[in-house]
């Protein structure tokens, strides 16, 4: 798995760049950056439009809703920071040495992927939908073109985001198999020992051995044998 390779490198590990970028995690974050640029982008260069050639106020080509574009700017800004914040943890991933950070970063992207998977979710119904009630006219036709492209790049970064939300909850699963989250439990040196078994976990030492119990009751001779007088 891609999941693996990533996060199963001891801590404080090399990082190959070129491995990074072609992991599908990786992809996938581009991929939603991007997407979220076209969005917000769109809205905000050519979806505010003159209503009419006498009328110089601008408004919101979704159906003349100004929430519907705040909503999509929003949520498109939202996705680009939180593109290249979790693009930065997936970089230095390796270098944390905590298992408990570790396991944050993990849920943190994972919570985070499905939360804006339904932020985008909103956003591409309730753009779809005030784009089927709004009244075409000359200043709408010449912005139709970006309304179009930021309902679809919407959609497309559901499927991105939930595909980001699976990757995280794979690697949350691969932790609990210790290929993850405990790489610092074991020596950092080729060949070093494993841990010993720590004090109470139910796992007796040679040093704590015992003899059978009743040994000391039993008869030197065999019950129901007797030594034959010669």
């Not at 982008?41 to 110089?56: A, F, L, Q, R």
């Not at 720590?198 to 019950?223: M, R």
């Amino acid at each position: 798995m891609e999941g693996a390779s990533f996060g199963a490198g001891r801590a404080g590990g090399a990082i190959d760049p070129v491995d990074f970028l072609k992991q599908p995690q990786t992809i996938l974050r581009v991929t939603t950056w991007i997407f979220s640029i076209v969005v917000f982008g769109s809205i905000v260069n050519e979806c505010y439009v003159n209503k009419d050639s006498h009328t110089p106020v601008l408004h919101c080509i979704f159906n003349e809703n100004e929430s519907a574009c705040s909503y999509g700017i929003a949520v498109g800004i939202i996705a680009f920071f939180g593109c290249i914040f979790f693009f930065v943890v997936d970089l230095y991933f390796q270098q944390i040495s905590s298992v408990k950070d570790r396991k944050r970063a993990v849920l943190l992207d994972l919570g985070f992927s499905g939360f804006l998977s339904f932020l985008w979710f909103v956003a591409f119904c309730f753009l779809a939908n005030q784009w089927q009630r709004t009244t075409m006219s000359r200043g709408v036709s010449q912005g139709a073109d970006a309304a179009r492209a930021a309902i679809t790049f919407s959609f497309f970064s559901i499927i991105v985001w939930v595909a980001l939300a699976v990757k995280a909850l794979q690697r949350y699963r691969l932790g609990t198999d210790m290929s993850l989250f405990a790489t610092d439990q074991f020596g950092a040196e080729p060949g070093a020992p494993y841990p010993g078994y720590p004090s109470g976990s139910g796992v007796e030492s040679t040093d704590t051995y015992q003899s059978p119990p009743f040994t000391e009751t039993l008869d030197a001779n065999p019950k129901g044998y007797q030594v034959p007088a010669y």
